[in-house]
């Protein structure tokens, strides 16, 4: 019989991916704004240094700071006190990049009545944890000179102090873990905002979560952290051989009430809040031990944050890996390539903290 030859066929899957790479390889670089423009290196001109900065334009954001946790809503007020020349307008730059053609095109423009203020807003802006975000916004006219200009600020987070507690975000938390956070962060002299930002980012307000590591509750106590929490709290409840059970035993066994808040400390919302300060409270100590002070006092910056960084870091990752990060890289040791998580939860924590806190809820009416 004859064989009829056929020419190869691309299966049409194959031709579509093709398609879409080849269409992903025009974008070029992309920013949390959209792609960069065609020429993102210009900057406008600064007023001459011999001029005082002036006072008749404001540039405000809201949120005031950055939102590093998930994705938010972001919007510029520029203002003046008298109308704002038709000429005049905005620039924004990403890690000094300029992103505003993508910026303007995403952004809803808003002009009030009498002139004096445009408000931009843009929907859905998500930060990345790990990569720089220095964000400026510049206000500029025809000629490029710049008449004022502000950057859009990294949320700040110190275990120390208390900025209040005014919210918990979209989480679906019982009305009574603001009250219970505050009391417990009262009585162990911790900022109540930071307990939040860490049960926020560790269990999302869920007292019965569980980790594959078998980290239990709001505060996620891991077995190891049980083991030196109980030395001091050893009348608490623990549920017979739970350290013994595999994860998906463990999992399943909450779920069904098996353990509960009476049989497994942990599962208490409060005794977790508890827990989890006093080994905050704990590796403060470590910190605070001789050789690691020194390490400490070293690190350029505001020591309490300095300090707070490390207590987050250790609670994720270990002290002991952290502090190798640090007799390593010095002041670099955040970005040891074994802290990469670490890092992460630095910032999230630190963004939850600020943002839940009544200074960060405030923060853009006290501009």
């Known amino acids: 019989m004859a064989t009829v030859m056929r020419k190869a066929l691309i299966p049409i ?21 959209g792609p960069l423009s065609d020429n993102p290196n210009k900057t406008p001109q600064r007023q001459p240094a011999s001029k005082e900065p002036s006072t008749e334009y404001k540039i405000d954001f809201h949120p005031e700071k950055q939102v590093l946790h998930d994705k938010t809503d972001f919007s510029i007020e520029v203002s003046s006190n008298r109308p704002l020349a038709g000429q005049t307008r905005v620039r924004v730059t990403h890690n000094g990049y300029d992103v505003t053609e993508s910026f303007l095109a995403k952004a809803h423009l808003h002009k009030s009545s009498n002139g004096q203020s445009r408000i931009y ?11 720089a975000n220095r964000i400026r ?21 110190s275990i120390f102090g208390n900025r209040g507690l005014a919210h918990l975000g979209d989480f679906h938390a019982p009305e009574n873990y603001i009250p219970l956070i ?30 594959w590591a078998k980290a239990i509750g709001l505060t996620q106590i891991t077995p190891l952290a049980e083991k030196q929490l109980l030395e001091s709290l050893e009348e608490w409840p623990r549920y017979p051989g739970i350290n013994s ?7 399943s066994k909450i779920h069904l009430g098996e353990i509960d808040d009476e049989t497994e400390w942990r599962l208490n919302p409060e005794k977790s809040l508890v827990g989890g300060v006093t080994y905050f409270q704990y590796l403060k100590t ?5 050789d690691n002070r020194d390490l ?16 987050l870091a250790s609670y994720n990752s270990g002290a002991a890996r952290v502090k190798r990060a640090l007799i390593a890289d010095g002041p670099l040791w955040r970005s040891n390539d074994n802290l990469k998580e670490a890092a992460r939860y630095i910032k999230k924590v630190s963004s939850f903290c600020f943002h839940y806190s009544k200074k960060g809820a405030h923060d853009d009416d006290e501009t």
């Open 296 to 311: 400490v006092n070293r690190l350029d910056g505001d020591r309490a944050q300095n300090l707070t960084d490390l207590i």
């Open 121 to 131: 807003m843009f929907k859905d802006l998500r930060l990345k944890t790990l990569d």
């Open 245 to 251: 059970l595999s994860y998906l035993t463990l999992k």
């Open 182 to 211: 505050e009391k417990v962060a009262e009585s162990k002299k911790v900022n109540a905002s930071f307990v939040a930002g860490v049960v926020a980012q560790e269990s999302g307000f869920n007292p019965k979560a569980v980790s």
């Open 137 to 157: 916004i510049q206000l500029v006219d025809d000629a490029g000179i710049e008449l004022a200009s502000r950057s859009l600020e990294s949320p700040d987070c």
């Open 286 to 290: 470590y910190w605070d031990l001789e």
């Open 13 to 33: 899957p194959v031709l579509l991916f093709l398609a879409m790479i080849s269409t992903v390889g025009c974008v070029g670089p992309t920013t949390p704004f």
